[in-house]
């Protein structure tokens, strides 16, 4: 065999027994993956429950107001009825109610926007967190993913056309389940829930 050639094979053999010894110690890609029901982590993270009841209040007040001033124009529309048309009094009357009307229309119209659009961003940065949680906890614990799952007893019937594209998982084992852990470790980063009713230091105390 000629010299150069037997050189060669060695070396190729050498490196190959290297490089088969530097795969064999590398670090194997982690092949569990975890599960986040979307839907229940949005339900059990309570800073998007605060969220929540804050727009509610928001909106609440806002339809307080708007139910006020609603009431103000029916009673400037009313008292128009009982005038003269033909004078200045009159005029200036209808007039102002007439502008009352269209600011009316006008807020209700864009405050509603307003809140429609400040419940989406808090919604997506509700969202981010889950996902960033989700992300640390699936490093510390050697997940290869952690995939968002959408429950098969979802009424998707309203959003059918947005669903079917984007709900990838259709199953996953149940013991791949993460939601529980991932809120959980959400929720302890809040401060402690104040309870709105506290509870009576001496039950037995009569009132």
């Not at 993956?33 to 979307?38: E, K, M, S």
């Not at 003269?84 to 009357?93: A, C, F, K, M, V």
């Amino acid at each position: 065999m000629n010299r150069n050639l037997a050189a060669a094979l060695v070396a190729l053999a050498v490196g190959s027994a290297v490089g088969s010894r530097v795969l064999s110690e590398a670090t194997p890609a982690p092949l569990r993956l975890g599960f986040i029901d979307i839907r229940k982590a949005f339900e059990t993270y309570r800073k998007r429950t605060e969220v929540m009841q804050q727009l509610k209040k928001k909106s609440e007040d806002f339809d307080a107001a708007l139910k006020q001033r609603y009431a103000q124009i029916e009673q400037e529309t009313d008292k128009l009825a009982t005038m003269n048309s033909g004078t200045d009094e009159y005029i200036d009357l209808a007039r102002r109610i007439k502008g009352e009307k269209a600011m009316f229309d006008v807020d209700k119209e864009f405050k509603g926007r307003m809140l429609d659009a400040e419940q989406r961003k808090k919604n997506a940065l509700v969202y981010k967190e889950i996902s960033q949680e989700a992300a640390a906890y699936g490093q510390e614990h050697g997940l290869a993913a952690v995939l968002m799952y959408v429950p098969a007893e979802t009424d998707f019937e309203q959003d059918l056309d947005m669903v079917v594209p984007t709900r990838a998982v259709l199953c996953r084992d149940d013991q791949l389940d993460v939601t529980a852990a991932v809120v959980e470790r959400l929720n302890a980063q809040l401060p402690p829930a104040v309870d709105p009713k506290p509870a009576d230091p001496d039950p037995k105390k009569p009132k």
